[in-house]
Structures are given as C-alpha cells and as structure tokens.
C-alpha cells in the first residue's frame, strides 16, 4: 500500500476536517442535546442551515456595540428559544426549514444599514377542543428604537397578530366528532426603501375548516424617525396623477398575466381597481422599487393564487415627493 507524506498526510487530515465541517451545524452534533438539535444533525440542509445563520448573525455581532449589540442578543436568544418550543413532532424539520429561511433573510437586512432595532416575537399555542386540534405559530416585528416612540405601530403588529391566531382556536361549541387540525401561520420580512423608513412585509396562513385554508400578505411602511405608519399619500405628491399612474401601469400587467392564469375580467374595470388599489395594504415598498400585491380572490379564482405587480421606482420618480421619505 502507498505510503503518504507527513505532507500530504497532514494536507489529507485538513481537507477531511474542512469537508466534516461543512457538513455539520454550528455545534457539535456529538453533544446534540436536544430534539431540535438532533433533528438539525440528521439533515445536511438545516445543518447548512443552521451555520449560515450563525455565520451572519456573528458578522452583524461583531459590527455592532453597546446598546445595538445587546438588543442583537437577545433578539437572537429570543429567536432560539421561540425556535425550540415550536419545531418539535413530526412537522419540525419543515418548521426549521421556514424558521432558518425567515431568520437568515431578517439577519441579512439587519446588516444592510443602520442597525433598525427590530426584534422578532412570536406567539406559539397548541391544543385541542374536543375532536379538533389547533397550532398557533406567528411571528410579528415590534420596532425597539431607543430615542422614538414605536408603541403605536408595535400595538397595532402585537393585536392584530393576536386577533387572527386567536381566530384559529375552536369555540368550545364546535361539533363533538369534527375530527381536523387547525392553524395559524405568519411570519414577516423587512425591506429598507430610505434610509428613514421600513417595510415590514407580513405573510400568514389560515385553516380554520373547509376545503383549503387561505394565505394571504399585507405591508406596512414604516417611518423610523416618527415611529409611525405611513400610507402611500405620504411617498407620492399631492394630487391623484400618481394613483392613476400606478393604477394603468397594474392594469395593464394584470392584463398580461390573466393569459397564462386567467382572473376576474371585472377586476380590470376602473371602478374595481381603483377600490383595490385604495387600500394601503397592498402597496409593498422594497428598496428597488414598488411591489402590489393582490391576495387570493382579490383579482382571481383560489387556484390562480397569488399576483404582484412589480414597478421600479424609475417610473415612479415623477411622482415621489422630493422632501418624502422616499427622496433619494
């Protein structure tokens, strides 16, 4: 048998360590402890998972100090405990994979810019009204700033979060033999338009009976100098051009998109759209442009799902306010 070189020996033993490395999670599988971390080392995917949020999260660490730094801790703290106490039984690894998913994009946006001082809730329940069994499992943001006063916003994120999981918790006069399992899903993203603002983009997901359950997503913009929420009024100039402006601009690539997946014709008709498009919740601002959203059966059937109609600011330039929140 060949015979290596103290060289090559050494050279092999690096290579194996690095390779069993990336493999493995951010701890030693060997001292797994408990059933998500041993869930965690059963997977490559989460234990890949599992290392890039601990990659990101050390670089933001170390960027940050004082009072940045120790809200960056124990937000993640937070996030780890909320973590263990919802991905557990037969849906964790799935439960894992959405967490680590979520987690590494807030972390991501956490580091582009100004720490924004956002931490992550969340509100876990599980249970069972006679025959039927619920899960709760929400996330929500609530907006820290040490100088500004963000209860308004935070209230409004924390209640109406409370509200809809409270929604997925049977009456106690549900039918005795109802055999089925309930839930309520929600998680969010941050988005930074401005410098002084953030778009907090909330995504959930019902069942409560029927046939299918229903996803649905809402935005909120965000002044951070405020503390308050601000509505499309307060980007665009005074005036209706740019509602109708962005108003054509959707009509037209809906139009576009009811080819491959047809929707309701009448949602087109001016009057209906004009509806639609006056609630402030559909109006997901990002930091390259403009995002839509039109939620299941707003201009569709269930099966066609979703829509978003995506306009870069560049369109949109003519109408932003030059001394707004989104003045660039």
Known sequence: MRRLSATALLLFVVEATQ?????????????????VERTICKSSELAKA???????????????????????????????????????????????????ENRLALLKEFGNGAYPF????????AGKVK???????????????????????????????????GEAVPAG?????????????????????????????????????????NGSTYAVLVDVRGGRELKPDAVFATGGEWQRTVTSIVAADLKKQFVERPGFDDALEPAKLAELMAEPGRFLFKADGLEIIFNQ????????????????????????????????
């Open 297 to 328: 059966y707003d201009v569709g059937p269930y099966s066609a799902g979703t829509y978003q109609v995506s306009i870069p600011y560049s369109r949109l330039r003519a109408f932003i306010r030059p001394d707004g929140p989104l003045a660039r």
């Open 19 to 35: 390779a069993q490395a990336q493999g493995s999670p951010s701890f030693e599988c060997a001292k797994a402890s408990t059933p």
């Open 131 to 165: 025959a039927t069994s619920y899960r709760i499992d929400a996330s929500y943001p609530q907006f820290d700033g040490p100088t500004v006063n963000f209860s308004g916003i935070n209230a409004r994120f924390a209640n109406t979060t409370a509200e809809a999981a």
């Open 173 to 213: 006069d549900i039918g005795e033999d109802l055999n089925q399992t309930w839930s309520y899903e929600q998680s969010f993203a941050i988005h930074r338009p401005s410098p002084v603002t953030i778009s907090v983009e909330v995504s959930l997901y019902s069942y409560t009976g029927g046939a299918h359950g």
């Open 50 to 100: 599992d290392r890039d949020v601990a990659t990101v999260y050390a670089a933001l660490s170390a960027r940050l100090s004082g009072v940045a730094k120790d809200h960056l801790v124990k937000d993640q703290q937070r996030w780890v405990g909320n973590r263990n106490r919802a991905c557990t039984g037969e849906d964790a690894a799935a439960c894992l994979k959405s967490r680590y």
């Open 118 to 125: 956002v931490s992550e809730h969340a509100i876990f329940r």
